[in-house]
């Protein structure tokens, strides 16, 4: 075979270039008017910059909330790196708690802030230690305020005089409701 007649051949095969353009157009607008619109429409609403962006603080609080429940799990102390999650999720915990059960949970919020105090005193801060006692004061005068039950006075007075009798830190002598309620109140 020849030269020339391979190339008539092919000529011969070959779309002419009007009608590919013109056939690429036909199909862009069949694929716009089937396909393209039937897409729901949050698909083109979210560009793939928001789906990164909701995908990473998606992950975010998954980890966060892990190592929040991880830090109340073990019950971490004031010098671990998971301490201010462990204070939030129990931030939370009061605000989710109904009003018959807050005073169990701000009395036992005070425990874990007496024993915090206790450790952090052992290991010479003092300074962060009377936060941790003024966080449990606070816990235990809300604690009082709230109860609707003796026990849970009760409770919230025992802790109160463990605070005043185990810590040899400075603090003021029971005021107030801490010293109506948990008047001649002995500690079991």
């Keep these: 075979m020849s030269y020339r007649f391979k190339k008539q051949l092919k000529n011969l095969h070959t ?14 607008r069949w694929f716009d008017a089937r396909v393209v619109s039937q897409v729901p429409r949050y698909h083109r609403v979210l560009g793939y910059k928001t789906r990164y962006a909701l995908g990473v603080v998606g992950i975010l609080v998954l980890f966060t909330g892990g190592g929040a429940v991880y830090a109340d799990a073990q019950n971490v102390g004031p010098a671990h790196v998971l301490y ?12 989710l708690t109904p009003r018959a ?13 007496v024993q915090e105090a206790l450790e952090l005193q052992e290991q010479d801060h003092q300074n962060r230690a009377q936060e941790l006692m003024r966080d449990a004061r606070a816990s235990i005068r809300t604690a009082l305020e709230t109860s609707e039950s003796t026990e849970n006075e009760n409770e919230a007075c025992a802790v109160m005089h463990e605070l005043s009798t185990r810590t040899t830190l400075a603090l003021s002598s029971a005021s107030g409701i801490e010293a109506e309620r948990c008047n001649g109140v002995d500690a079991d």
């Design 84 to 95: 201010p999650l462990k204070r939030a999720q129990e931030s939370v915990r009061v605000a």
């Design 101 to 113: 059960r807050e005073s169990m949970v701000h009395t036992q919020l005070a425990k874990r802030r």
């Design 15 to 28: 779309p002419r270039p009007e009608f590919l353009r013109a056939g690429e157009d036909a199909f862009l």
